[in-house]
């Protein structure tokens, strides 16, 4: 089912609804851009049944949790909402209920969590041997992700010498990659909506000798045809906007483990870090 189209499998299944379900079929159908944004209060609400029926479908349809049933169409949703469309459900929202400032926190919270449980740990080790191993390595991140990109290197750069970020994707990007080969890394970070700068970096650098590893939230993300290995990782999709939580924390974890494994450069970056910070007193 974690592969098949959520509005599919409804479909194939209308022949075995109640007449109850099918009100409620009809209506995930019509209005799937906002149901995964919806409670199921909210469902029962707008067709005209009551809560449990709500979730007694959902368990119908194989999911044990509503939240589960909800996250099945936000997957399709990843891709398919424009900028407007989640303004518009983000201000629907807002009219219909009293949204909590602390929601997007127990959205987050609930993330981390399903990243406890579900940690890439294979790739999560190979990323961190490759990085210790390179002789450059580049953070590729362009638009939402561009950001994470500065961030990840920033970091990245205090236990491992020669690390880059690369937040655009115009031309002039790809004369960083002269003379870069085998012996170098590429990491492009890309979610929803995935910006094509970003595959394109990446499949350009995979095809010109690269080791090429991306982090992104499916397995089944563009960037992975892009790359030679894909770090998945769940995260927050909201309304207006999606939230990164999980991804700082699998920088903190790489960035603590190449410093780990990388001890003598480590130390090294963080003396003469410390001797360039008094000499022009970077701090207070």
Same mark, same amino acid.
Request: proline share 3%; net charge positive; glycine share 6%.
């Given at each position: 089912? +974690?592969? $098949?189209?959520?509005? !599919? %499998?409804? =479909? ?95 959205? +987050?919270? $609930?993330?981390?969590? !399903? %990243?406890? =449980? ?29 950001s994470l990109a500065q961030y990840f290197s920033y970091f ?22 002269i003379n870069s080969g085998k012996n170098d890394l590429v ?54 906007f999606d939230s990164y939580c999980s991804a700082f924390c ?35």
């Open positions: 089912m +974690e592969n $098949q189209n959520i509005i !599919q %499998l409804i =479909k194939e299944k209308r022949g075995e609804f109640s007449k109850q379900q099918l009100k409620i079929a009809a209506y995930l159908i019509e209005s799937y851009k906002k149901v995964g944004f919806q409670t199921a209060t909210q469902i029962a609400r707008d067709v005209g049944v009551s809560q449990p029926t709500v979730i007694r479908f959902a368990q119908f349809m194989g999911f044990a949790q509503y939240n589960l049933f909800v996250d099945a169409f936000r997957k399709i949703l990843n891709e398919e909402l424009t900028s407007t469309d989640r303004l518009n459900i983000s201000l629907k929202n807002s009219v219909d209920k009293k949204t909590s400032s602390l929601d997007i926190v127990a959205k +987050e919270m $609930q993330t981390l969590e !399903q %990243l406890s =449980k579900s940690f890439p740990k294979k790739q999560f080790n190979t990323l961190v041997q490759q990085i210790c191993a390179s002789d450059r390595v580049f953070i590729v991140g362009t638009r939402g992700s561009a990245l750069a205090k236990v491992k010498s020669n690390v880059l970020a690369i937040t655009d994707g115009a031309t002039d990007t790809y004369d960083q990659f990491i492009p970070i890309a979610f929803p909506r995935y910006p094509r700068e970003t595959i394109e970096i990446a499949r350009f650098c995979r095809a010109n000798g690269m080791k090429t590893t991306g982090i992104s939230d499916k397995i089944d993300s563009p960037l992975g045809q892009a790359v030679s290995l894909l770090l998945v990782i769940p995260i927050t999709f909201s309304t207006l699998l920088f903190g974890s790489v960035v603590t483990e190449v410093g780990r494994q990388n001890r003598d450069e480590s130390e090294a970056l963080a003396r003469a870090f410390e001797a360039l910070a008094g000499e022009i007193k970077i701090f207070k």
